[in-house]
């Protein structure tokens, strides 16, 4: 029964920030990569920022300078702060996870999707 579950989407004007959060539950093993992906209306979804189980991160060019990718591991927790958001950043925002289950850990780590949360940017 593992779980990614968004949350922090909302309604912001352009300029502003917000905070997503995803956090991971269940009988976790081990946590691998983690990643934010994004799909906007029309559009194919798209990388945002993806980070390791050891810190190293890596974004999006349109990202860059923007958003910062980061997670508490203690907390089985991923982060991305939006600074600077603009009307394109407006989006469905999911987050991912490379996660290897206690319960079957033979089975190795497979790729977990939260159901997502929307980020609407009003100019």
């Known amino acids: 029964q593992v779980q990614l579950v968004e949350s922090g989407g909302g309604l912001v004007q352009a300029g502003g920030s917000l905070r997503l959060s995803c956090a991971a539950s269940g009988k976790i093993f081990r946590i691998g990569s983690m990643g934010w992906y994004r799909q906007a209306p029309g559009k194919q979804r798209e990388l945002v920022a993806t980070?390791?189980?050891?810190?190293?991160?890596n974004y999006a060019d349109s990202m860059k300078g923007r958003f910062t990718i980061f997670r508490d591991n203690a907390k089985n927790t991923v982060y991305l702060q939006m600074n600077s958001l603009k009307p394109e950043d407006t989006a469905v925002y999911y987050c991912?996870?490379?996660?290897?289950?206690?319960?079957?850990?033979?089975?190795?780590?497979?790729?977990?999707w939260g159901k997502g949360t929307l980020v609407t940017v009003s100019s």
């Open positions: 991912n996870g490379a996660i290897t289950e206690a319960t079957i850990p033979l089975a190795g780590a497979m790729d977990y």
């Open positions: 980070i390791t189980s050891g810190g190293s991160t």
